[in-house]
């Protein structure tokens, strides 16, 4: 995401606006740029499992977990285990649960208390 995102970015140097000495550099992507990605990216994450190849012995490929789906690419987030219930009590897991308090179990994106990431994380 982050050499994808990298511009070119030039200063002229010299006498009286001449450009006798011309110095370029790459400029990192903001930080909120590069987040906005990555939460893109995250809300289309794709389920996948772990498969021999057919082909090739002791080589793993990662294939899509969901039948008809279509198979991600390099560039794509993937996860492998669904996301523990954080409204149930796991001890093994650490999870404290939400017992006496409100928990949405139906939402499925990066809430926090029904706010967007947005209205949640400030940029500065």
């Avoid at 285990?81 to 006496?100: A, F, V």
Wanted: charged share 30%; net charge positive.
């Amino acid at each position: 995401i982050i050499r994808s995102r990298m511009q070119r970015v030039c200063k002229c140097h010299g006498m009286s606006g001449s450009c006798s000495v011309k110095v370029c550099w790459k400029r990192l992507p903001s930080f909120q740029q590069v987040g906005d990605i990555l939460a893109s990216r995250y809300e289309g994450a794709y389920f996948v499992k772990v498969v021999n190849n057919q082909r090739k012995r002791n080589v793993k490929r990662l294939r899509s977990a969901v039948r008809d789906a279509k198979q991600p690419n390099r560039t794509e987030l993937v996860y492998m285990e669904e996301s523990p219930d954080y409204c149930q009590r796991n001890e093994t897991l650490g999870i404290r649960g939400t017992k006496g308090r409100l928990c949405n179990q139906r939402s499925l994106s990066l809430e926090i208390g029904g706010l967007s990431p947005r209205e949640v994380i400030k940029f500065i």
